[in-house]
Every structure is written in structure tokens, then in C-alpha cells.
């Protein structure tokens, strides 16, 4: 009362109302930090998902493709050879096909019998191979150097030490299993990376055991992709085999060279970077346990007592392969931005308090209308909203936090290569229409296009990836100006889109489209007019779901169009 009582009249008639400036811009700003901290958090780990959900799928195709070409060397219902050098010719025509399906990573398949006889074709190239033959099941092998599918053998280099197919552990493993089984993983002798091996069983006439064929998959194409990766700068992305030893990582190094001179495989616990072996140790237990396959994702706090957020799956086949995906990015770099907006939405509180003292209430009551808005806003975001984020219009701190939060909104729901929807924004907007229909009584049926555009890997092959890139987004600007503007076009990945038709009146409506649509596709490609080596349009085989016929989820509905698309792939 003393120090009041002193005051000057002008400073004890401004003091309370600098007070109560200062008090709601904090309080204000601490509910915007905490709400924009709450969005970042759902964003996040969204974003997470969605990074471990693309590794899934790009690990998932980089190996899957072994099995058919096991399945193209020795087709079930294929007895075993009694002989290999009498059925050599229908060997070598079949190895070479094998080794065509997916030449990278796949360009080696072979097979040894119980006898020890052993025949294997190494694809060098398109048109060179290298066939390793050891018809008499004892001896060194002689390998042949040839040309084309049918090339002339010649005269043969004979190998200086002695191959048994039968004390290798990919025989081992396949005759030891039904069905088809994945090796351990080891380092090339030759090529000093990565390589796991599928193997199969093959069985003579009567049906029983008689060899193993097998196929070598290259996996230095898994640590090219983590390091292509959009991470923040301490990010990390990692794959790695249940026990901790190392696949693939975005950074640092997953063979360790030893005094020697020899390489040996290295362990996510043994990594020099603190946040691959700390988010191992976090997580190899939550992996272990996930009851599901879906992408999972959790906080856990780094050495040096900051706080990781962590997205995680476990990716396994029926052939055995039982892998661990791992995506880190410290909590503080997902802040940043929220951070820098409070500090300066505290030092706009500080200004506003002397803007106060001469404009009044006026200012006060706009800066708190303003701060409301957006914490009400920020929160719609972090809920998962799609609806468009009204920026605001000011150039201050204000105006950058909501464009901050709209421009995040966008990244999230756009596919950042052709400017389309992205995949999550597209099941999204499925998921509202599911629910107008079943909530408004909407009794409009609507559809779904999956399209899938053919060939399109030949054009990465024969121009590249910028070329296919140019394709891609041509191929996107196509299929938007081709449906109506209320439909939707995203990329769901890759080079496959799905196309939502809002709404129809019946499976005709979607039938036309989907002729519409395969014949703007058929156009030939401008990004591509005048080119010698390949014909400059592609196509695209296009499946066709409807609700509520085809499904009544977004899954089904998705899956529906998929195989309805391959369908008409076969069928044409």
C-alpha cells in the first residue's frame, strides 16, 4: 500500500492495465503453445506413420519379388531333373526368365540337389550372364560366359576351389523346411554388402526331396532409400533384424570394418550414434510385443534427457523374414517452430503492453480475439480436421504461427511431387462421405477408381527418375482436369492413383469414367514427344469399387478396386 501510495496518478491509473495486458497475453499464449503443441503432436505422429508405412511398402517390394522368381525358375508341379546336363537347355530358358522378373535386386538364381549337383545363372547385364554348372555332383563347377537367352556356351573357366551346394546354409535351410525360408544375412565376399538368400524345396517325380532352389537379394538398395528420406537433421531411420544387427540406415555406418581388415555386421547397440543404438534399446521390446503389424508409435527419453518420438513396425512375410522398422526425430526439432511463435507471441505481449497504455481496450480486445481463433484452430488440426485452415491475414508473429499451422495442414494431406491429394487425405475424405451416407441418409451411392499406370518402370529404366517424375506429373494434371470438381484425385503411391467420384447414380456412371480416364491416359505423353527409343504414351488398368455394393470401409472398398484393376490387367 506504501509503494501504491507513492505512485504518480498517471502510472497507478496504467499500471493495472498493463498488468491485465501482460496476464492475458501470457495466459493466452500459454493455451497457443499448448494447443500448437498439441497439433504438432498429432501431426507428428501421423507423420511418423507415414514414414515407417513407406519404408514398409518400399522394403516389402524391394523383397517380395524373390518369391516369384523362385516360382519362374522351378514352377510348382516342376519335378526336380534326374539329370541336369539332359535337361540343361529347359534350365538355362528358365533361369534366365527368373533372373528377368526383377533382374535388381534378383539377378542371381540357382539350384543343387541331395546328389551335389548344382546349376546357378548370374545376370551381369540385360543381355550377359554368367552360368555355373556342376553336373557330375563332385568337382569344381565350370562357368560359362554367354550372350542372349539361348547364347552358345563356348569353352568353360573351371573354378580353382570345390563348391558343395550341399554344406551351404541356403540348402541346408531349404531342405530343412517345407516351405519357401529366408537365410541369415551376410556380407557379399565380392561386393562387400548385404545379401540375404529365399530358398525353396524342390521335390522329384514321387514327391520327395531331391534339391533347393534359391535366389540372392542385394539389400544395399534398403540403406539408398532411408538416406533418401525427408528427416529432420538428427532424425534417424533404420531396419534392422530382430537380434539389433543393422539392415539399412538414413545415416552412419551398418557394416564395421575390422583391424584386419574384414567386415563384419553391425549391431544398432554397438552404433557410434547415440540415438540409433538409444532408440533400439527403447523400442526392440514394444516391436517385439506389437499385436499387430500396424505402424505404432511412442516417446521414450535419449541419454542426454531429451525426449525422442519414435515410430515403429514389424515387418514379417510367411516366409520368414521377421524385420524391425525404426523411424527417431527428437521431439524438440517437431517444436521449433511452436517455441520460436510462443517466444515471440510473449515479446508481441510485451509491445502490446505499451500499445495498450495509449490505444486502449480496442487492441486489447482484437489481439485476444485473434489468439483465440487460432488456438481453436490449432486444436481442430491437431484433432485430424481436413477442412481447410483459415490463415489469418497479419503480417506479425500471429499471421506466421497460422500459416505455420496451414502450411503443416497442407504438407500433410498433399503429395509433394504432383501437387495431387495424398493418400491419407484421400482415405479421409472416403471416410467422411462414408459417414454422410450413413449420418445424413444420403442415399447417393459414390465410387472409387484404382489406377495403376502400366509400363511405367520403363520409363524410370530407359530416361530416369526426373523424366518419370515430369511423367508422373503430367499424368496427374490428365486426371484432375478429367473429373468433375467435386471428385478427387490423389497419388496413393508411387505410380498409382485413386480417383473419388463424390457421387453417382449408378455403376455405369463409374464405368464411364473409368473409359474416360483409360483413354486420356492412352494420349501420348508430351513430356515424352519425339523420342526414338520408346512409344511417348503408356495406359493404365483401372479397377472400379462402389459403395455400398463393392465395401462399406475404406479398406474394402480400396481393396476391391485394386483387384478389380488387376482383373482387367489380365484381361487385357
Known amino acids: 500500500m506504501k509503494l501504491l501510495s507513492r505512485l504518480p496518478l498517471r502510472a497507478l491509473l496504467t499500471l493495472p492495465y498493463v498488468v491485465l495486458v501482460l496476464g492475458t497475453a501470457i495466459v493466452i499464449g500459454v493455451l497457443s503453445y499448448a494447443a500448437g503443441r498439441d497439433a504438432v503432436d498429432n501431426l507428428s505422429g501421423q507423420l511418423l506413420t507415414e514414414t515407417v508405412h513407406r519404408i514398409e511398402q518400399a522394403v516389402e517390394g524391394h523383397v517380395s519379388g524373390s518369391a516369384a522368381v523362385l516360382e519362374v525358375a522351378f514352377p510348382k508341379g516342376i519335378a526336380a531333373p534326374e539329370s541336369i546336363q539332359d535337361e540343361l537347355p529347359a534350365l ?81 535351410a531349404g531342405a530343412a523346411n517345407a516351405l519357401q525360408t529366408w537365410t541369415s544375412i551376410y556380407i557379399d565376399f565380392k561386393l ?35 538416406q533418401r528420406l525427408a528427416l529432420s537433421s538428427n532424425g534417424v531411420a533404420m531396419v534392422l533384424e530382430k537380434d539389433g544387427n543393422l539392415i539399412g540406415a538414413s545415416r552412419g555406418e551398418h557394416i564395421k570394418k575390422q583391424p584386419d581388415g574384414t567386415n563384419v555386421r553391425l549391431n544398432a547397440a554397438d552404433s557410434a550414434d547415440p540415438l540409433v543404438a538409444a532408440t533400439y534399446a527403447a523400442v526392440r521390446g514394444l516391436a517385439d510385443t506389437a499385436a499387430d503389424a500396424r505402424p505404432h508409435t511412442t516417446v521414450f527419453s535419449a541419454p542426454d534427457g531429451s525426449l525422442v518420438q519414435v515410430g515403429y513396425a514389424r515387418l514379417t512375410d510367411d516366409a520368414g523374414l521377421d524385420w524391425l522398422i525404426m523411424v527417431a526425430v527428437p521431439r524438440q526439432d517437431f517444436l521449433h517452430g511452436i517455441l520460436d511463435n510462443f517466444r515471440r ?16 481496450m480496442l487492441v486489447l480486445s482484437t489481439v485476444t480475439r485473434e489468439l483465440r481463433q487460432l488456438a481453436a484452430a490449432a486444436r481442430r488440426v491437431g484433432q485430424g480436421s481436413t477442412a481447410p485452415f483459415n490463415e489469418s491475414r497479419r503480417k506479425d508473429e500471429l499471421g506466421d504461427l497460422s500459416r505455420s499451422f496451414a502450411e503443416m495442414q497442407r504438407r500433410l494431406l498433399t503429395d509433394p511431387l504432383t501437387g495431387l491429394a495424398n493418400r491419407e487425405a484421400l482415405i479421409r475424405r472416403v471416410e467422411d462421405r462414408i459417414v454422410q451416407q450413413r449420418r445424413r441418409g444420403d442415399p ?17 529404366d ?36 485413386l480417383v473419388l467420384l463424390d457421387s453417382i447414380d449408378r455403376r455405369e456412371d463409374a464405368e464411364r469414367v473409368r473409359e474416360t480416364l483409360e483413354d486420356v491416359l492412352r494420349q501420348p505423353l508430351e513430356r515424352l514427344t519425339g523420342s526414338t527409343t520408346l512409344v511417348p504414351a503408356l495406359g493404365a ?8 455394393e463393392d465395401g462399406q470401409d475404406v479398406d474394402t472398398l480400396v481393396r476391391h478396386a485394386d483387384q478389380n484393376m488387376y482383373t482387367r490387367k489380365r484381361e487385357h
Not at 348 to 360: C, D, E, K, S
Request: charge should be positive; hydrophobic fraction near 40%.
Open 541 to 548: 488398368a483401372i479397377g472400379v469399387a462402389v459403395y455400398p
Open 192 to 226: 562387400q554388402e548385404l545379401v540375404a538368400t529365399r530358398a525353396r524345396r524342390v521335390n522329384d517325380r514321387n514327391g520327395a526331396f531331391k534339391g533347393v532352389v534359391a535366389t540372392d537379394i542385394s539389400l544395399r538398395q534398403v540403406t539408398s532409400f532411408l
Open 345 to 360: 507471441t510473449v515479446l508481441l505481449a510485451a509491445v502490446a503492453a505499451v500499445v495498450v497504455m495509449l490505444t486502449g
Open 462 to 497: 530407359e530416361f530416369g527418375h526426373d523424366i518419370g517424375d515430369a511423367v508422373l506429373q503430367e499424368l496427374a494434371r490428365r486426371l484432375g482436369a478429367a473429373v468433375r470438381a467435386e471428385d478427387l484425385v490423389a497419388r496413393f503411391a508411387g505410380d498409382e492413383f
Open 92 to 172: 538355362r530358358t528358365r533361369f534366365w526368365l527368373a533372373t528377368s522378373v526383377h533382374r535388381d535386386p534378383n539377378n542371381y538364381a540357382y539350384y543343387g540337389d541331395r546328389d551335389g549337383r548344382f546349376i546357378g545363372l548370374w545376370r551381369s547385364s540385360e543381355s550377359d550372364a554368367e552360368l555355373r554348372l556342376r553336373p557330375a555332383g563332385a568337382g569344381p563347377r565350370d562357368l560359362y560366359h554367354y550372350s542372349g537367352i539361348t547364347g552358345e556356351l563356348g569353352r568353360p573357366d573351371v573354378e580353382t576351389r570345390i563348391f558343395e551346394p550341399r554344406d551351404r546354409p541356403w540348402y541346408k
Open 444 to 460: 447417393r451411392p459414390f465410387g472409387l477408381l484404382f489406377i495403376d499406370i502400366n509400363h511405367f518402370k520403363k520409363i524410370n
